[in-house]
């Protein structure tokens, strides 16, 4: 089974302008975090996988129609890519 990868720059524009927002108010800049997603054939683009890096850590996110972004925000709050 072939997956798709797509880079931060693929990903819907409401989700990278969430994803700035929540960066600016936990004091980061969207170049802190590697940003990847890949998503299998005949899923849905919502049903993506998100992968954010930084620093030695990373953690995936179901997509979930823009989902990922709040459960990257709750890493934040809880310090995980500190």
């Known amino acids: 089974m072939q997956t798709t990868l797509f880079r931060y720059i ?3 524009i409401g989700d990278r ?3 700035e927002l ?4 936990h004091g980061f800049a969207p170049a802190h975090f590697d940003i990847s ?4 054939p005949g899923e849905p683009a ?7 890096r930084r620093v030695g850590w990373s953690q995936s996110y179901r997509d979930g ?8 925000e ?3 709050t809880s310090r995980f890519f500190k």
């Not at 997603?37 to 299998?40: D, E, G, I, K, W």
């Open 37 to 40: 997603a890949r998503a299998a």
């Open 17 to 19: 302008a969430a994803f």
């Open 46 to 52: 919502h049903e993506r996988v998100v992968t954010v």
């Open 22 to 25: 929540v960066c600016a108010r």
């Open 74 to 76: 709750a890493d934040l």
């Open 65 to 72: 129609h823009g989902q990922w972004v709040r459960q990257f």
């Open 10 to 12: 693929d990903l819907p």
